[in-house]
């Protein structure tokens, strides 16, 4: 194992936290030949780290992107994804895969029981919900197989170092989400109650098309339905819906707890916040655009981590560009794919062309890539809203005392970030 120095300056990740009970930077077969005494050492020594960073808020705030990207964003699958996030946002807040991987369940709502009737007028019971969910691919799952085990630490250990750069200098913050939960259990239990009771939300999830995706369940699932033949007990019918709201309100409470900021990753998770807190949101996580520009300025080059970290280190000379790309990703809100990318070329590759020209021209001329740019995007939030009325849909007093009107003033109210918190970088060089 090689040791890394460090400087007095230097912000402890979770990284750190491994080299620390360690000793040493591991490789990943040194970690895939742990055993189970030494994997319940380390969460031991994690579970610890993690408690202490949860009374520490991410300084100058940051975007809690939903969906899969915040549980599995270090993945390798998910690494488009996430190279986007980094150029459009000024910090992404992920949720720790070493925590869900070691997590504590505890606090996660039991599951609820939805009874179908049965000809003979017995029940069948359909159980899902967090507690369920979140086991998939945990130590708890693989603790019988350990190998199994420590070779699922050791690739989660191995994604979280392909993305050192971006942990250690603060751009990726990751944090557990258990002792959040934890902590506001009750609240988030009160939550859930008034939002199963809600008619506006549960007309909401029940208008959604039987052959469209709805809301995000949980982490790793987004839109699933459970159903059994049968009539379901009346008492039962609105509880169907209640892993949707619980996922929203907890990620909305963990944001709140680091200062952090919610981003809807579809339009029906942004479609349930507006519908949930009476918000006027207009910008969700911009991958469909992200994307497009990607393959504009970028035509068949995938943009990495790395270069997606070092573009952000650089000049923030590109107003107008930046400007061009908010005006596009306002104008495309209801463009289909085939329009959003057609409206694409056409304010891009000008600017695009313009750019290489300029650089083919200067004595660095030699380093200009002959196939597209090196990347894109601006670092404006994604996500900006108002409250439209001086209430929620399940009225105040309710809200005050789940804590999620507070969570979602704190959240949506504030002011945009300007200067070094909106960079749009872009590259034409070939970084050789």
């Known amino acids: 194992m090689a040791t890394r120095p460090r400087t007095s ?13 360690l000793g040493a930077k591991p490789t990943q077969q040194e970690l895939a030949r742990l055993s189970v005494t030494e994997l319940e050492h380390l969460a031991g020594v994690l579970d610890e780290f993690w408690l202490a960073q949860a009374d520490e808020t991410v ?27 980094l150029l459009y946002y000024p910090r992404l ?10 997590d504590d369940r505890s606090s996660l709502p039991a599951p609820k029981g939805i009874r179908y009737r049965r000809n003979d007028g017995a029940d069948n019971v359909v159980h899902a919900g967090a507690q369920i969910w979140s086991r ?18 050791s690739r989660i250990v191995h994604n979280l170092y392909a993305l050192e750069g971006p942990i250690r200098e603060g751009v990726v913050v990751l944090r557990s989400q258990w002792p959040i939960l934890g902590r506001r259990r009750i609240q988030l239990e009160t939550a859930v109650r008034h939002d199963v009771a809600s008619n506006e939300l549960q007309d909401f999830i029940a208008s959604i098309p039987p052959d469209k995706i709805g809301p ?30 619980y996922y929203i309100d907890k990620m909305l409470a963990i944001a709140d707890a680091f200062d952090a900021q919610y981003v809807p990753s579809s339009e029906v998770d942004l479609t349930l916040l507006r519908k949930k807190v009476t918000l006027g949101a207009h910008r969700i996580h911009p991958g469909a655009v992200l994307r497009e520009v990607s393959r504009v300025a970028v035509p068949s080059i995938e943009v990495s981590i790395r270069q997606a970290a070092a573009i952000r280190k650089s000049s923030d000379d590109f107003e107008d560009w930046r400007s061009t790309l908010r005006g596009i990703q306002r104008g495309a809100s209801a463009d289909s794919p085939a329009e959003l990318r057609q409206r694409v070329e056409d304010e891009l590759r000008p600017r695009v062309n313009k750019v290489r020209r300029e650089l083919e021209s200067s004595s660095l001329k030699e380093l200009v890539r002959t196939d597209g ?51 749009l970088a872009t590259l034409l060089r070939d970084p050789k």
Do not use: C
């Open 216 to 245: 995000t369940a949980w982490d790793n699932l987004q839109g699933l339905s459970l159903s059994l033949d049968g009539a379901i007990r009346a008492a039962d019918e609105k509880w169907r819906a209640e892993p949707f709201f």
């Open 93 to 102: 807040l992920l949720l720790d895969p070493l925590a869900n991987f070691f």
């Open 9 to 21: 300056s230097h912000v402890v990740t979770v990284l750190d936290a491994l080299e620390n009970s």
């Open 136 to 153: 998939d691919g945990s130590y708890e799952s693989l603790r019988e197989d350990p190998t199994s085990a420590a070779d699922r630490f």
């Open 59 to 85: 300084p100058d705030g940051a975007s809690l992107v939903g969906g899969w990207t915040s549980a599995y964003g270090s993945e390798p699958s998910f690494r488009e994804d996430l190279s986007d996030s």
């Open 373 to 423: 740019t090196d990347v894109i995007i601006d670092g404006a939030l994604g996500f900006t809203a108002a409250l439209a009325t001086h209430e929620p849909l399940w009225g105040a007093t309710a809200a005050v005392g789940a804590g999620v009107l507070q969570w979602t003033r704190k959240a949506y109210m504030r002011a945009r970030p300007t200067g070094a918190d909106a960079v």
